[in-house]
């Protein structure tokens, strides 16, 4: 049956936790002890316990309180942008939009929401199916929740600072919540625009319907292991989703090409940043992996001199604690530690070699299959041709 299902490339590769020998492991993180990852097989009645009795799907509960959150601030700076628009005294006639004058009206603007929540159910369904372990649902999940809320903090910021009239009606009234709603109504407001039970005259740029479409896609595009044929099936959905938003003049032109731009640059700035965490932090690289990776490979060439002449960043642009609210935010602290290149304090794992320089201890990593037993291989002594397979 797989063969339907998973790429070729993906059917014969092992569960990717299977190689983390301590991933059982109770271990204190702040004031709270716990296994670190979820069972890589469901063997007992336990083990469905300990799918969410870990450190990794605590990680979740506080990536889900953060999206909340950060909903939230968004919801009441809209309701800013809402007031600000209803004092204003200039005529609030809908923008002229090139794609608006090129494409039918539809009046049902319904049709945008059944489709975000086909997008979300359909994402949601088969990741939940496709991924190999509980340790990668986490991941993905978590990854998903932190974007969306950087996403609507900075979508709240776009709303209040630059307020747009309606772009599906001329003079739009504005919800009457969001100029004399109590404090509890206030904080429903969220909730009633999410449903489709309120539609705002200012919740515009950027479009917050294609922003959770595209993290979608983007969850699609980096972590799915199908066959493109199932891929191909949620973009079309988001696809017709774009269509439907201009068609219904539920969001300007502009509204979507910029949240199409901002979630992309957001997922591959969280994504790049993970992967520049895991090379300086696995290997014991000071600084950019790459200049690090110029000074070794390049011996008989002045490997710092060249890095600079080809790429030429004196400054990088990634900031230090960036980087670490990304590990923090992605549990990759929680997976360094099942491969004990962090230890239970969370320091990274030193050792000094004779002329005192530091370095990292041996690292195994398990290379079994069936046998209770796993053989270990310490992974700075791989070449290419050693790697386990």
């Known amino acids: 049956m797989d063969h339907y299902f998973f790429r070729p490339d993906e059917r014969e590769k092992r569960l990717p936790a299977s190689i983390a020998p301590w991933a059982d492991a109770r271990q204190r993180i702040g004031f709270i002890r716990l296994r670190l990852e979820p069972p890589i097989r469901i063997q007992s009645y336990q ?79 088969v990741f939940t199916i496709q991924l190999p372990d509980w340790t990668t649902r986490w991941i993905v999940l978590r990854r998903w929740l932190v974007i969306m809320g950087f996403l609507y903090i ?13 772009s599906r009606m001329d003079n739009c009234i504005p919800p009457d919540i969001a100029l004399n709603g109590t404090a509890g109504a206030r904080f429903g407001f969220m909730f009633l625009q999410i449903t489709g039970q309120l539609s705002p005259c200012t919740d515009n740029i950027f479009s ?58 957001a997922w591959y700035i969280y994504m790049d940043t993970i992967l520049e965490a895991s090379k300086q932090v696995a290997f014991a690289f000071s600084g950019p992996s790459t200049l690090n990776l110029f000074r070794s490979q390049l ?29 923090y935010a992605d549990g990759l602290d929680i997976r360094l530690r099942t491969l004990r290149i962090m230890d239970e304090y969370g320091e990274l794992a030193r050792e000094h070699d004779q002329e005192g320089q530091q370095k990292l201890p041996p690292i195994v990593i398990s290379t079994a299959t069936h046998s209770t037993t796993p053989k270990m291989v310490d992974v700075h002594e791989m070449t290419f041709q050693s790697l386990p397979i």
């Not at 776009?158 to 747009?164: A, D």
């Not at 973009?235 to 910029?258: E, K």
């Not at 011996?299 to 990304?326: H, K, R, V």
């Open 208 to 265: 917050g319907h294609t922003a959770t479409m595209m993290s979608c896609v983007m969850v699609w595009r980096i972590h799915s292991r199908l066959r493109r044929i199932y891929s191909w099936i949620a973009y079309t959905i988001v696809f017709v989703a774009l269509l439907m938003i201009l068609f219904t003049r539920f969001h300007y032109t502009v509204d979507v090409i910029l949240a199409i731009y901002i979630t992309y640059t």
């Open 154 to 166: 900075f979508r709240g910021v776009c709303l209040v600072v630059t307020t747009l009239p309606a």
């Open 299 to 327: 011996n008989s060439f002045d490997g710092e001199a060249m890095y600079e002449y080809l790429t030429w960043q004196p400054s990088p642009l990634l900031p230090t604690w960036i980087m670490w609210l990304c590990v």
């Open 47 to 125: 083990d469905i316990v300990f799918i969410f009795v870990n450190h990794n799907f605590l990680r979740v509960i506080v990536a889900v309180i953060w999206m909340i959150v950060c909903g939230i601030i968004e919801s009441f700076l809209a309701q800013l942008s809402e007031m600000r628009y209803s004092r204003t005294e200039y005529d609030k006639y809908t923008l002229t939009d090139l794609l608006h004058d090129a494409f039918p009206r539809v009046e049902n603007y319904q049709i945008v929401n059944y489709l975000l929540v086909t997008t979300l159910v359909y994402t949601f369904i």
